[in-house]
């Protein structure tokens, strides 16, 4: 059994954001191959999101202690505290490191004892830096898009209009600001062929609840409900032809970007920040710009205009990357073989080592 734990005390929401899509759509293929896998939810009892995604098996724990009598593989997919486990545990790296002093020790404890994956190259860089452990040491699991992005028909284009969509969620670090403030540059304004549309997803959040009435209060934003299911937000995209990821790189980096590769295999031509992991996330059709820049968005989105729609074989293409089947078989790969040290068993090896005795005689240089 592989058993995907989520934050404790929170339940696995649908349609907020890649770590719910990540873990899901592991669960699923994972059980389709016959390889038994499940979501564990801590404190929570069965409301714990498991109404939302059907066919998909949950188990409830009552307490982070509990987590200890799991048999089988532990792979947690959100933070977690530091907990013992029957067999080794792994941790997926889904969000950057904290980026304030007070919360370094926190992390490092919650990840010192488990293997480490990463979604990303520059994840695995970032964290490696972070913990101060060997490159080598992190292995990557790369997210997916769903089959269903690929599958999904397009709806016809008028080719006198531009539907552009902003599908993050509403929150400062997904560079929401940043799309606001280009609304107000000139090669938005005088482009009537644009129209752009967000979702309301994030809006539970105190700041996405805020950033709401920003979009709602703006003539040229038109703003629909969040998608709750892979194949709803696939509808979604295959009606527009560009997705913007304008992700805020001054307190925040994109790990990876599976709203990316979504829009690709949904036909979509992506603008995104040239920060983070979005540039691993390139299936032919993005094209990147400088983070936190108003007018290089506007600029990078004309750029997609300019370069028309993408075509079906390009389409076809992109959808052959980053599939969920490939993503399964790379992380149960990493499951099954001889696991790395953890960074507490790195930092072990070297308190050892320095505890050795220094050699008493001069070297003698060899002749």
């Known amino acids: 059994m592989i058993s995907f734990v989520w934050e404790a005390g929170l339940p696995l929401p649908a349609g907020t954001g890649g770590s719910e899509n990540y873990t899901i759509g592991h669960v699923r293929e994972l059980n389709r191959r016959g390889v038994p896998a499940r979501v564990v939810t801590i404190g929570l009892g069965t409301a714990d999101g498991r109404d939302e995604f059907a066919g998909v098996p949950f188990h409830a724990l009552g307490s982070v202690a509990e987590v200890s009598e799991l048999d089988g593989t532990v792979v947690f997919v959100t933070q977690f505290p530091d907990v013992a486990t029957r067999e080794p545990a792994y941790q997926i790296l889904h969000v950057p490191p904290p980026l304030h002093a007070g919360r370094h020790h926190e992390a490092r404890a919650q990840t ?26 992190i292995d990557v699991v790369y997210p997916f898009a769903e089959p269903c992005f690929g599958d999904e028909q397009r709806l016809p284009a008028d080719p006198g209009q531009v539907r552009v969509l902003y599908a993050g969620r509403l929150s400062p670090e997904k560079g929401i600001y940043t799309l606001l403030a280009m609304l107000h540059s000139e090669q938005i304004t005088a482009d009537r062929r644009i129209s752009i549309t967000a979702t309301t997803a994030g809006e539970d959040k105190p700041q996405g609840a805020i950033i709401r009435l920003l979009l709602d209060a703006h003539p040229g934003v038109h703003v629909v ?17 560009i997705v913007l990821i304008p992700s805020n790189s001054q307190y925040w980096h994109e790990t990876f970007g599976i709203v990316s590769i979504e829009a690709q295999h949904a036909g979509c031509r992506v603008v995104a920040s040239d920060d983070g992991g979005l540039p691993e996330t390139d299936c032919g059709a993005v094209t990147l710009v400088v ?12 750029r997609a205009i300019g370069s028309g729609r993408v075509t079906e074989h390009e389409r076809r293409v992109a959808a052959t990357r980053f599939t ?44």
Do not use: C, Y
Request: charged letters at 25%; hydrophobic letters at 45%.
């Open 112 to 137: 010192s004892n488990r293997a480490l994956i990463a979604t990303s190259r520059f994840a695995a860089r970032l964290w490696s830096d972070f913990l101060d452990v060997d490159l080598a040491t």
């Open 291 to 302: 983070p936190d820049d108003a007018e290089a968005l506007a600029t990078g989105l004309q």
């Open 225 to 241: 409900s969040s998608r709750k299911t892979p194949d709803a937000m696939a509808a979604l995209m295959a009606a527009h032809d």
């Open 324 to 367: 969920v089947a490939e993503s399964a078989s790379a992380l149960l790969d990493v499951l099954h073989r001889p696991r790395g040290k953890t960074p507490a068993e790195v930092v072990t090896e070297l308190e050892a080592l320095v505890e050795l005795p220094t050699s008493t005689h001069p070297a003698v240089a060899l002749r």
